[in-house]
């Protein structure tokens, strides 16, 4: 069983939607979770950061831990066909060795 | 633009051969990081540095090694190359790699093994 879990996809909604990008995880040490975005032919860019349980938002996007199931969210509303991409949900207990799930290909069709 | 720099963007060679990796950090990010990110490994973590000291280690091989300079830029070394090591590979920095600062990345080289 891998560390991080995290449906690849693909997943296609059309413009607008609500968007639900999921990952599961074992390590219950897991303190740090990010949730980064990449372009085709691009780095990761950090989208959210959450350190341990809780809610945060910021703007179009929300970000979900749940530390007691180990499993957390990213919502993204009014989706628009920039937000396609892969997004990677990461995490690490002390912010150096961050394990990454395997990405989501997401495409926000118009 | 994440601030991140790495050179160069694509890097073609043959096995066997040996390659270097440059990255230059967010301008006052102390921290730098390596990873490797292939189909079907996805994104792994390799090494980090922090201030010119190895601070953790992760996936990589005994081929690999990296360094930070006195500047705070890190090189990536990568030796004996195999056809398995075709990846792409980025770079990431923080502010102190301590406390709670977010890693922002490069926009990776790309390393082609023929």
Known sequence: QKEVEQDPGPLSVPEGAIVSLNCTYSNSAFQYFMWYRQYSRKGPELLMYTYSSGNKEDGRFTAQVDKSSKYISLFIRDSQPSDSATYLCAMSYNNNDMRFGAGTRLTVKP | ?114
């Open chain 2, 1 to 114: 633009d994440s601030g991140v720099t790495q050179t160069p963007k694509h890097l073609i060679t043959a096995t066997g051969q040996r390659v270097t990796l440059r990255c230059s950090p967010r301008s006052g990010d102390l921290s730098v990081y390596w990873y490797q990110q292939s189909l079907d490994q996805g994104l792994q973590f390799l090494i980090q540095y922090y201030n010119g000291e190895e601070r953790a280690k992760g996936n990589i091989l005994e081929r690999f090694s990296a360094q930070q300079f006195p500047d705070l830029h890190s090189e990536l070394n990568l030796s004996s190359l195999e056809l398995g090591d075709s990846a792409l590979y980025f770079c990431a920095s923080s502010a102190d790699g301590y406390s709670n600062q977010p890693q922002h990345f490069g926009d990776g080289t790309r390393l082609s093994i023929l």
